[in-house]
């Protein structure tokens, strides 16, 4: 009988250390299926990331894109602006160098003068410039003044 009983005894060995075994196997399983599940929760993570951050390069890329055509808009206006600035200070040089010449021509009128304080022209017939209908438009008039205030955008 003691060799029944210690192979039921050993057997009983064998039972618990398989039992043991597939308790630790189910366990490992386990394990691996978190861990796997981990990953994937990890992986789908990752994945809505970037599906999020090209979402965003694509917004900015087009809102890169509007501001570009916005801006190209602007400096173009404000070249025509420049252009326009420079076209109307020139304009505004020759209208007071013609009221200059007028002031001075009537001053020389009266005073019978044949050149001008500057010596920078003579007057010998005064009378057909001042009388002349191209030249009347220009007598009485004050000197243009551009301000800032006219030219905002």
């Given at each position: ?21 597939r308790k630790r196997m189910q366990s490992n399983r386990e394990s691996a299926r978190r861990s796997r599940m981990r990953k994937q929760k990890h992986l789908d993570d990752l994945t809505d990331q970037i599906n999020q951050m090209k979402k965003d ?97």
């Amino acid at each position: 009988m003691a060799s029944s009983s210690g192979n039921s005894s050993q057997r009983s060995e064998e039972d618990l250390m398989d039992q043991r075994k597939r308790k630790r196997m189910q366990s490992n399983r386990e394990s691996a299926r978190r861990s796997r599940m981990r990953k994937q929760k990890h992986l789908d993570d990752l994945t809505d990331q970037i599906n999020q951050m090209k979402k965003d390069n694509a917004q900015i890329l087009t809102t890169i894109n509007v501001t570009t055509q916005q801006f190209v808009h602007v400096d173009a206006d404000n070249s025509v602006l420049r252009a326009q600035i420079g076209e109307l200070s020139q304009r505004l040089d020759y209208l007071n160098e013609i009221i200059n010449l007028m002031n001075n021509s009537s001053n020389c009128a009266t005073n019978h003068c044949t050149n001008d304080v500057n010596g920078l022209f003579e007057i010998e017939n005064h009378h057909d410039f001042i009388n002349s209908s191209w030249n009347l438009m220009y007598l009485n008039q004050q000197p243009i003044m551009a301000a800032a205030e006219m030219l905002q955008y």
